[in-house]
């Protein structure tokens, strides 16, 4: 069940859309503004609203990494905002209906009225590649999940498919009266008869009809783009389409003024949501949480929440000692990431199938030539949430022998000492036991006939062996 949980009703004038990071909202409006709320209550945070725009504000989009929010008008200019503190970062030149990160927040894709396509690399701020669709206007676009290709849709109803050289692939007339929007899920499906590994992805038009479609690439074939279903429901025009982060529900907006969430793998209504008064603009999941936002000409976004079967900040694996992480299902994974303020990674993991071992592994290197992390910063803080995590495996007591703990402390010994009762305990915590005045054994509560305490080299050796070996095992597994 869907529940509707806030209503936002800052913006003067029609919501065009909305976006989520891990822990913010950012919607834009036809009253030139940008305005960013937090997760945790929706209040709005202090330096929003955001007002760099001189004409209506079409467009709003989070990097991956959440650091950056894009922002598109028919002013000219697409603006690149730091989330954190919504300073102004730079001024792209075109005139822009619609823009999206790639995955790895490497490039800036855009979309302009008279059909030009461009592609901006996000750390020169320079053009990378352009180019031009055939008829009509450009007003949707989508990257895969692994950024090897992005889609885009025209006012005249062709889907393109693209790869990032800006090289066209594929095109396709999905719509007769024009698309209006597309999105491709982040989670590719498979093909049990033939191992294949297909893109999913969604358009909607005016022509009042949502339609899922199968992209895939062969060796053969080259791309292949194959229709899957149409989703009904809607009676008008349907404005917006995305999908949940697990790719098994998609959202529509339309200006039947309602929402409907579709259950993908049996093209089932789940909900229809008819709280707006006005065309819907707009709909977007939030990528680790059980949250919607749905925007409209009325002026307002409404926030929903409902159960959704992916792995959030709520769910996380609550003591990593419980379930060793190299047993860690890819869920456990992302259910980690979402802990450590990782949330925009989620999509990426799970897409190269990273479970627990194959995290314990990550390196610089595989973070940036295997899963194309380039931001220096991001590969840094990823790095440093492994190697804590990675301290955290070494130092968690598993299986240790029971000769090789402290009785008092029950802890692996560190500089074990033998007691005049026969006993070993870790140093500090039987000086720490004799000096609150107990003249007493810890293991037997017999009076110690001497408070010496002699070093059990022998046991230190064979601890440290120990240690040498469990380390071994990690290495090779």
Avoid at 412 to 437: C, F, Q, R, T
């Amino acid at each position: 069940m869907a529940t509707l949980i806030h209503t936002l009703a800052d913006h003067s004038d029609d919501v065009n859309y909305c976006a989520f990071s891990s822990s913010c909202l950012a919607t834009c409006s036809l009253d030139k503004t940008v305005r960013v709320y937090s997760l945790k209550d929706f209040t709005e945070l202090p330096y929003s609203p955001l007002r760099g725009h001189t004409y209506a504000v079409h467009c709003c989009c989070f990097s991956p990494s959440g650091q950056l929010l894009a922002s598109c008008s028919t002013d000219g200019t697409t603006l690149l905002w730091g989330s954190g503190d919504g300073q102004l970062l730079a001024v792209l030149g075109h005139p822009v209906r619609v823009c999206r990160f790639s995955p790895g927040s490497a490039h800036l894709l855009s979309g302009a009225a008279d059909g030009s396509v461009a592609l901006w690399n996000t750390q020169t701020l320079k053009l990378y590649r352009s180019g031009n669709v055939k008829d009509g206007s450009l007003v949707a676009c989508a990257f895969s999940p692994n950024g090897n290709f992005f889609v885009t849709g025209s006012s005249c109803g062709d889907l393109t498919i693209w790869d990032d050289k800006m090289r066209c692939l594929y095109n396709e007339k999905a719509h007769d009266l024009g698309v209006t929007c597309c999105d491709i899920s982040s989670q590719p499906i498979s093909d049990g008869e033939h191992g294949f590994r297909y893109f999913q992805m969604a358009s909607c038009g005016q022509d009042n009809q949502i339609k899922l479609w199968l992209i895939l690439f062969t060796d053969v074939l080259g791309v292949e783009l194959k229709y899957k279903c149409t989703l009904n429901g809607h009676s008008a025009p349907v404005l917006a389409c995305a999908f949940s982060y697990d790719g098994q529900m998609l959202v529509s907006g339309s200006v039947d003024k309602r929402v409907i969430i579709h259950e993908t793998s049996t093209a089932n209504t789940l909900h229809t949501l008819s709280q707006h008064t006005r065309y819907v603009t707009t709909c977007a999941f939030a990528p680790c949480s059980p949250l919607l936002a749905t925007g409209s000409m009325d002026k307002t976004v409404n926030i929903w929440q409902f159960d959704l079967k992916q792995p959030c900040a709520g769910n996380t694996v609550e003591n990593e000692s419980k379930v060793a992480v190299e047993d860690w299902s890819e869920d456990d994974v992302s259910a980690w990431l979402c802990a450590q303020d990782l949330a925009d990674f989620v999509g990426l993991f799970k897409r190269n199938n990273i479970d627990g071992k194959q995290l314990l592994n990550l390196t610089k290197e595989s973070l940036t030539n295997e899963l194309k992390i380039e931001s220096l910063g991001l590969r840094s803080k990823v790095l440093q949430k492994i190697e804590d995590l990675r301290m955290k495996v070494i130092s968690v007591p598993v299986a240790i022998p029971d000769e090789f703990l402290c009785p008092i402390t029950r802890e692996l010994m560190k500089d074990p000492v033998i007691a005049a009762d026969g006993y070993s305990y870790e140093k500090e915590a039987v000086e720490n036991w004799i000096s609150n005045k107990r003249r007493s054994s810890p293991m037997t509560n017999l009076p110690l006939p001497s408070l010496m305490l002699t070093p059990n080299r022998t046991l230190k050796m064979a601890i440290a062996r120990w240690l040498e070996t469990q380390q071994k095992y990690r290495e090779t597994t």
